[in-house]
């Protein structure tokens, strides 16, 4: 069974402060997306990495995705209350399909 | 270009009733997966729908069925509705059945009571 452990499950920092946000698996994966969840709202898709080792930039959100293609983490400079919201990591089961299996979560708040 | 769409926004219904819920693709999408999402979980895979039919199915009972319309939309059915059913139901689209990007709607928040 391949399942996405994230840490920390909650997060809760300083407008201005950095941080890091991690997905782990024991199985690798052909891909991770990450995810941001604001509440009564669907999961917003905010990058997939593909390639192990891969790492891509978004404004102040950096991902980066493991040599082995098993972990991946993601890394907010300069948080903003915008950032608050569940952050959701995700990659699809071995089965040739589109079968997503979700990380745990983790819960950020920025506040002002 | 319309995004995932999905109704009703807000459901409450009482245990043992049924229920049905929809969802539009976003354009150019023909691929329609279903998620359960327990407060404070990530979401669950349900099932997935491709060519108007159930490809892939996740740890659900029968009680969950859905169906694919010709234009890619989809209804998620749940029978026999119990507490443990309240959840927010998500639907997500995508193009082709490998394909690994989902587009996610604002989803379906169900309460059963």
């Known amino acids: 069974t391949q399942l996405l452990e994230q840490s920390p499950q909650f997060l809760s920092i300083q407008e201005g402060e950095n941080l890091t946000v991690y997905c782990n698996s024991s199985?690798?994966?052909?891909?991770l997306q990450w995810y941001r969840q604001e509440p009564g709202e669907g999961p917003v898709l905010l990058v997939t990495?593909?390639?192990?080792?891969e790492v891509k930039k978004l404004k102040r959100l950096t991902f980066q995705f493991g040599d082995a293609r098993k972990d991946s983490s993601l890394h907010i400079t300069a948080a903003q209350p915008g950032d608050t919201g569940l952050y959701l990591c995700?990659?699809?089961?071995?089965?040739?399909?589109?079968?997503?299996?979700f990380g745990t979560g983790t819960r950020l708040l920025v506040s002002p | 270009d319309a995004g995932v769409t999905q109704s009703p926004t807000h459901l409450i219904k009482t245990r043992g009733q049924q229920v049905t819920l929809r969802c539009s693709p976003k354009?150019?999408?023909?691929?329609v997966s279903w998620y359960q999402q327990a407060l404070g979980q990530g979401p669950q895979f349900i099932f997935q729908?491709?060519?108007?039919?159930?490809?892939q199915r996740g740890n659900f009972p029968d009680r969950f069925s859905g169906h694919q319309f010709p234009n890619y939309s989809s209804e998620l059915n749940v029978n026999a509705l119990l507490l443990g059913d309240s959840a927010l139901y998500l639907c997500?689209?995508?193009?082709?059945?490998?394909?690994?990007?989902?587009?996610f709607g604002p989803g379906t928040r169900l309460t059963v009571t």
């Open positions: 997500a689209s995508s193009l082709g059945i490998a394909g690994y990007e989902q587009y």
């Open positions: 199985s690798v994966f052909s891909s």
């Open positions: 990495v593909v390639t192990g080792g």
């Open positions: 995700a990659g699809p089961m071995n089965t040739g399909f589109q079968k997503l299996v």
């Open positions: 354009s150019g999408h023909d691929t």
């Open positions: 729908y491709y060519e108007e039919e159930e490809r």
